[in-house]
Structures are given as C-alpha cells and as structure tokens.
Nanobody, 123 residues
Framework: QLQASGGGLVQPGESLRLSCVAS?????????ISWFRQAPGKEREWVSC????????YYADSVQGRFAVSKDIAKNTVYLQMNRLESEDTAVYYC?????????????????WGQGTLVTVSS
C-alpha cells in the first residue's frame, strides 16, 4: 500500500510537490506508478503515470504541461510536481502501483487505496 503526502492549501498559480512512498519492502522501481485524484462530489480520476523502468510518462489532458511525475530510486519515492495550480485541481490525491502498463492503469478499477493527501487551491 502506498502513502501520498505533501498536500496543502495554495493559491491559484502556485506549486506543490506530492510524494508517494511504499510501505514495507515494496520496490517502486518494479511497478508502474499512477497518480489519481478525487475532487469533492466527483469520481476518482486518473492524473498521470510513470512506467516501469521510468521509460515514459503519461498525463491527463487537464494537467499536461503543468504536472510532472518523477522517481527517486534511492528514496523509493515517486513525486508529482504540480505547477500553475488551478482551483479545478482541488482534490484528494492518491498514488497506486501496479505491475502493468500505464495505458491499463488509466482505466483499471482499484480498491486498496492507501492514504491520500488533500490539495486545496483557493484564493
């Protein structure tokens, strides 16, 4: 199970960096890692994905060009750098690991969600 952290209250246009850490001996380098978010009153949606081996990254159209996902292998941590935040980005953000392709993670239903982190973008 993964734990997301780093959320907070920011103003529109500001930045935040979220972190995703695995519990136990899970080596995140062996998984594709996706970020999802769930805004108040809305369904959870896929945001971005980093492929196994860090070969490629994928982003939802709504965050393309503003968000960037990366990994620090030494820290076994995946990051989501969020720039030029908008009020529509307000949500609880979650990360998920899976031994599959990012294209599959985008639409797969997951149930064992770890701790999310709340991002609030408001002036």
């Amino acid at each position: 199970q993964l734990q997301a952290s780093g959320g907070g209250l920011v103003q529109p246009g500001e930045s935040l960096r979220l972190s995703c850490v695995a519990s136990g001996s899970t080596n995140l380098d062996s998984y594709a890692i996706s970020w999802f978010r769930q805004a108040p009153g809305k369904e959870r949606e896929w945001v971005s994905c980093l492929t196994r081996g860090d070969f490629d990254t994928y982003y939802a159209d709504s965050v393309q060009g503003r968000f960037a996902v990366s990994k620090d292998i030494a820290k076994n941590t995946v990051y989501l750098q969020m720039n030029r935040l908008e009020s529509e980005d307000t949500a609880v953000y979650y990360c998920m690991a899976d031994r599959t392709f990012c294209t599959i993670m985008k639409t797969r239903s997951y149930h064992d969600w770890g701790q999310g982190t709340l991002v609030t973008v408001s002036s």
